[in-house]
């Protein structure tokens, strides 16, 4: 069965920085790309950052230059590095695969979520 499970979220003042892991169960991260989202309240969902199976990656334009993201294949965890944080930051984040190789881009498994709340 696979699991995704998200941490590392909290508060933080603007232009601090936080770090968010997804720990996988179930399947190996290095088979598949991933991504991380994030919905505010009466917001859109938005794809921040996406990471392939071959590592390469790409971000949202908001958070290009801020935000990074990486994956440990040995420990099956994603991560999104937070930097330079902005109010408008504050979501909740989620972090998702589509587990199929090559990446179709549907995402069919999502972690709980975890919040990140950026104060001004």
């Known amino acids: 069965q696979v699991q995704l499970v998200e941490s590392g979220g909290g508060s933080v003042q603007a232009g601090g920085s936080l770090r968010l892991s997804c720990v996988a169960s179930g399947y190996t991260y290095s088979d598949y790309c991933m991504a991380w989202f994030r919905q505010a309240p009466g917001k859109e969902r938005e794809e921040v950052a996406f990471?392939?199976?071959?590592?390469?990656?790409n971000y949202a334009d908001s958070v290009k230059g801020r935000f990074t993201i990486s994956k440990d294949n040995r420990k099956n965890i994603l991560y999104l590095q937070m930097d330079s944080l902005k109010p408008e930051d504050t979501a909740m984040y989620y972090c998702?695969?589509?587990?199929?190789?090559?990446?179709?881009?549907?995402?069919?498994?999502w972690g709980q979520g975890t919040q990140v709340t950026v104060s001004s």
């Open positions: 998702a695969s589509p587990l199929r190789d090559p990446c179709d881009y549907v995402y069919r498994y």
């Open positions: 990471i392939d199976s071959d590592g390469s990656s």
